[in-house]
């Protein structure tokens, strides 16, 4: 239950303003990314209904991610108020995630979408649309400078916004190291942290983000309890 009450603070501080591909994005504490020109909010990997997901094959998980990760998207989207919302996929854990969703749940969800546009983006977990909720079920979606997907492309690929890796950096100073969610960007294109409250992450230095940005220019934006740091990719530890 420490890390959700670690999100829950985390969600109370301030966005970090700055540019990708030369438009104007706030990344926010609770992961999301929103574009105020655009009205358009962005989060990735909300994994819902991981914890049932693990329970149908046996595995224990505390059963809260659901309604923990429904609370920051209610808190993000009260803080921006968006017209427009793209969620970049594995939105749900697997594809029976939507159907079996308790009720209560859906209920909230429905509420988040009611009068804005809603895309989900496919993704590896979540391949099929959510039908219960409506919306449109898109593979990507350009939106001004911004392309947006799940999986992020090899090679250059300016305006891309991508999830699915999860990443996460490492710092270390003191005598000890200290380790977070991050956007991972070069200026150009930027890999999500996941929103879910449950979901692990990938150090931004893994081979896996090789080739996604220019070495010059890598920057983790690191979410900390109080603000968000940026911290060049030479400065972080594996």
Request: hydrophobic content about 45%.
């Amino acid at each position: 239950m420490n890390a959700v009450m670690r999100r829950m603070r985390q969600a109370e501080s301030e966005g970090h303003a700055t540019a990708l591909n030369g438009g104007a994005i706030v990344c926010d504490p609770t992961g999301a990314v929103y574009c105020p020109d655009e009205r358009l909010l962005i989060v990735s990997d909300l994994h819902l209904e991981k914890g049932a997901a693990f329970a149908r094959r046996g595995m224990m998980m505390p059963p809260y991610d659901t309604a923990a990760t429904l609370a920051l998207l209610g808190a993000v989207i009260g803080r921006y108020q968006p017209t427009r919302v793209v969620c970049l996929g594995d939105s749900f854990h697997d594809r029976h995630g939507a159907a079996f969703m308790p009720a209560a749940y859906r209920e909230i969800l429905v509420k988040l979408m009611a009068g804005r546009d809603w895309t989900w983006i496919a993704g590896n977990h979540d391949p099929e649309p959510p039908a219960f909720v409506g919306g449109e079920m898109l593979g990507e979606v350009a939106v001004g400078p911004w392309l947006f997907r799940h999986e992020p492309r090899n090679g250059p690929c300016p305006g891309e916004v991508a999830g699915h890796l999860h990443p996460v950096a490492r710092v270390a100073g003191g005598g000890r190291s200290v380790r977070g969610a991050c956007f991972a960007t070069d200026g150009e294109r930027m890999v999500m942290p996941s929103f879910g409250v449950t979901t692990g992450g990938l150090n931004v230095l893994d081979r896996a983000f090789h080739g996604l940005f220019r070495a010059e220019r890598a920057m983790a934006y690191v979410i900390g309890v109080t603000r968000i740091y940026p911290i060049g990719f030479r400065a972080l530890c594996r």
